[in-house]
C-alpha cells in the first residue's frame, strides 16, 4: 500500500524560502503522478500543485504559480515542493498525495479525489 511522507515544515519569516519533501514507499508503476495539497485552519483543503512522474509535467494553483515549485526524484521516490516569497495566507497543513488514477492536468489537483490522507506537515509563516 502506498504511503507517502511529508517533512521539511516549520516556522518561516514572510518572504521566506521552505522547502517539503514527500518521500514515498510503495510506490508503484500505477501511481502516475504526485500532488500537493493544504488546508489552513477554517478553509477547505485544496490542491496546490501536481507532477507527473514520467515527463516532469507540472500544475500549480494561481495562489502559488509564480512562487513555489515542485520538483521530483524518481530514484528516490521522492517529491519537493520549494516554497517561496512565502506570505501570510500560506500557513497550512501540508500534504502529498496520490492515487493510480492521477494525472497532472491543466487544473489543480482535487482533494476529493484522494481516499487517503497522511499526517502531513505544517508551515507557519510569522516575523
Known amino acids: 500500500q502506498l504511503q507517502l511522507v511529508e517533512s521539511g515544515g516549520g516556522l518561516v519569516q514572510p518572504g521566506g524560502s521552505l522547502r517539503l519533501s514527500c518521500a514515498a514507499s510503495a510506490l508503484t508503476s500505477e501511481y502516475h503522478a504526485i500532488a500537493w495539497f493544504r488546508q489552513a485552519a477554517g478553509k477547505e483543503r485544496e490542491g496546490i500543485s501536481c507532477?507527473?512522474?514520467?515527463?516532469?509535467?507540472?500544475t500549480y494553483a494561481d495562489s502559488v504559480k509564480g512562487r513555489f515549485t515542485i520538483s521530483r526524484d524518481n530514484a528516490k521516490n521522492t517529491v519537493h515542493l520549494q516554497m517561496n516569497s512565502l506570505k501570510p495566507v500560506d500557513p497550512a497543513a501540508y500534504y502529498c498525495a496520490s492515487y493510480p488514477e492521477l494525472v497532472c492536468t491543466n487544473s489543480p489537483p482535487m482533494p476529493a479525489d484522494i481516499g487517503s490522507w497522511g499526517q502531513g506537515i505544517h508551515v507557519t509563516v510569522s516575523s
Open positions: 507532477i507527473n512522474r514520467s515527463d516532469g509535467t507540472t
